[in-house]
């Protein structure tokens, strides 16, 4: 079935650092790929998207670029904030989909993410 | 727009008493998700609607889990009878074109169960 892999954390970083989080996925077709953020007390939150293979999204200063060859869509962000404190989660939703489990989303377990001032 | 609403944002009850959770979606959208949210899990879909229709219930984890959806701006979550397992986030999300369109959430409702 279709799965999503990402570091669970927490992932520490000082203000105006470099971020990486990493996401591979599994799929069984052609999927759509998601980050979604979580804000503390809040619900998820979409980031950015990308729907076929090199296509990259971008939102808030975070891109992501949708790699087919090593399946792959890691998020990353030149200069960090503390108000980018939160959750991360990397989606997908797979057009090939077939069979287990509803078909939706499919999130990671979530990257919890802390920015030290 | 205010925003996917859901009630309560916290529930503390009973093991093998009646829960329900209630969603209203953000007018327009013709889709309506129910998450669930574990530690253990992460986030797990249990169902979706399309205009008022359960499309796909097979997350629904077992017959005490119940939803429906008798309006377009209304759906409720069931569980009866509830259990200890049963603690988590749940959340409800809509979307206007589907699960791939941009799903935004409720803030969500912390059920706990003693």
């Known amino acids: 079935g279709d799965s999503v892999t990402q570091m669970e954390g927490p992932v520490t970083l000082s203000e105006e650092a470099f971020l990486t989080i990493n996401c591979t996925y599994t799929?069984?077709?052609?999927?759509?790929l998601f980050w979604y953020v979580q804000y503390p007390g809040e619900g998820l939150q979409l980031l950015l998207k990308?729907?076929?293979?090199?296509d990259k999204g971008s939102n808030k200063g975070f891109e992501a670029t949708y790699r087919k060859e090593t399946t792959s869509f890691h998020l990353e962000k030149g200069s960090v904030q503390v108000s980018d404190s939160a959750v991360y989660f990397c989606?997908?939703?797979?057009?090939?989909?077939?069979?287990?489990?509803?078909?939706?989303?499919?999130f990671g377990k979530g990257t919890h993410l802390i920015i030290q001032p | 727009d205010a925003g996917v609403i859901q009630s309560p944002r916290h529930e503390v009850t009973e093991m093998g008493q009646e829960v329900t959770l209630r969603c209203k979606p953000i007018?327009?959208?013709?889709?309506l998700f129910w998450y669930r949210q574990t530690m253990m899990r992460g986030l797990e879909l249990l169902i979706y609607?399309?205009?008022?229709?359960?499309?796909?219930d097979s997350g629904m984890p077992e017959d005490r889990f119940s939803a429906k959806m008798p309006n377009a701006s209304f759906s409720t979550l069931k569980i009866q009878p509830s259990e200890p397992r049963d603690s988590a986030v749940y959340f409800c999300?809509?979307?206007?074109?589907?699960?791939?369109?941009?799903?935004?959430f409720g803030p969500g409702t912390r059920l706990t169960v003693l």
């Open positions: 999300a809509s979307s206007f074109e589907g699960p791939e369109d941009t799903q935004y």
């Open positions: 799929a069984t077709g052609y999927p759509s």
């Open positions: 990308a729907t076929k293979a090199d």
């Open positions: 989606a997908l939703r797979d057009f090939g989909y077939s069979g287990g489990g509803a078909d939706g989303l499919t």
């Open positions: 007018s327009g959208h013709d889709y």
């Open positions: 609607f399309n205009n008022n229709v359960p499309i796909d």
